[in-house]
């Protein structure tokens, strides 16, 4: 009786009829992961929280930043190509808006000291929470590999072009389509590939341990500017270091050292790629334990670094066919290739800005 009468209220009814049109969806917004809101069996599980807009990457610009490093000539540190090269790039960055610092240092190479230069080019330099990107500028001073003109310094269109100028595309982008929140430094680094591969055992140090000798005279310029960065006390979130990431049959497995030390930022960049459909070209397997200039940021700093990186055979081949040869020129560059690096780079860097890497 008294339950009828209740029923029968109808200021009753408007009352709870309120509290369902208005509490209920309040409540909810402190349980996310109900089961309302998970979403269907069938959504794939990459698909990002928040729909970030990511600008195009112009390959054919990247391709021209290639093209232009080479016609320099060899990039061997102190040589006049080298200086030339260096002018030009942080007239590039400046041109795009970053504020660059050059860091000069003696790279004591197995062959005798040689003048080098980091060039490093921070886009809103004041803000405190960072994306590192890395490349390295040089070229090698020998074709080791080749089997003609072998004390003769290779031109390193994929090997030392590749990398930097997808970065350089990046920081154009990043001018005409400005980000907030986060900062990003490019810091391209000297002398990476002036080392003595040749070993005693008849082994390339490729296959060696990473603590011996001779593996240090490779990357010399991130040693230096792991042991004096730019800003005392530098960090950031996380950095990607890029190396051969423009030759035609490039293949980027998971690399050893970032899939130790990175896993998680790692993990994100080739789930983007499979998102964005490069799922057979960043390939989901262990790529093997490449000694390049990630290894020392990660020691020096304790930055996460992954290094995106083509290693299309297995051991001991590793490299493409064209790795320190006189090959590795203009020819052997895939625009797509580069296209696809920079699109899953941007992807990151726009995702990381928005909060939803
Ligand atoms: C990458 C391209 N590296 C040189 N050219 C880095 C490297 C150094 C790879 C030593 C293996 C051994
Ligand atoms: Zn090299």
Not at 29 to 38: A, C, G, I, V
Not at 163 to 177: D, F, K, N, S
Not at 187 to 194: Q, T
Not at 338 to 352: F, N, Q
């Amino acid at each position: 009786m008294a339950l009828a009468s209740f029923l029968r209220n109808k200021r009753l009814w408007l009352v709870l009829l309120l509290l369902a049109a208005f509490v209920i969806p309040y409540l909810m917004r402190f349980f996310p992961d109900s089961t309302l809101h998970k979403p269907a069996a069938s959504e794939p599980s990459t698909v990002p929280r928040v729909q970030v807009q990511v600008p195009p990457f112009s390959a054919d610009s990247a391709f021209a930043f290639v093209e232009k490093q080479v016609s320099f000539g060899p990039r061997v540190p102190g040589t006049p190509p080298h200086k030339k090269c260096a002018a030009w790039l942080v007239g590039e960055f400046r041109r795009f808006g970053l504020d660059v610092i050059e860091q000069p240092f003696v790279a004591k190479t197995y062959f005798g000291p040689r003048d080098a230069v980091n060039i490093i080019a921070q886009y809103h330099p004041e803000r405190p929470n960072r994306v590192l990107l890395c490349a390295h500028w040089d070229s090698r001073h020998i074709a080791d590999k080749d089997t003609k003109d072998t004390e003769k310094a290779i031109l390193g269109a994929d090997d030392g072009g590749s990398g930097v100028a997808v970065l350089l595309e990046l920081a154009r982008m990043l001018q005409q389509h400005p980000v907030e929140g986060i900062g990003v430094d490019f810091v391209l680094f000297d002398a990476e590939d002036l080392g003595d591969d040749r070993s005693e055992s008849g082994q390339s140090v490729m296959m060696q341990a990473s603590n011996d000798q001779k593996t240090l005279t490779w990357c010399l310029g991130s040693q230096h500017w792991a042991r004096t960065p730019h800003r005392p006390g530098y960090t950031a979130q996380f950095g990607v270091l890029l190396d051969m990431v423009g030759a035609r049959g490039a293949l980027f497995p998971r690399e050893g050292y970032s899939a130790q030390n990175a896993p998680a930022i790692q993990n994100r960049i080739w789930s983007i790629a499979q998102e964005l459909g490069y799922g057979g070209f960043f390939v989901d397997r262990p790529g093997g334990f490449i000694t390049d200039d990630h290894v020392f940021v990660m020691r020096g700093l304790r930055i996460p670094m992954v290094n995106i990186i083509s290693i299309p055979n297995p051991p001991p081949a590793a490299f493409g066919a064209h790795h320190h040869t006189h090959n590795d020129n203009l020819a052997v560059i895939d625009r797509n290739v580069l296209g696809m690096v920079g699109h899953v780079v941007a992807t990151v860097l726009y995702r990381t800005a928005a909060g939803a890497l």
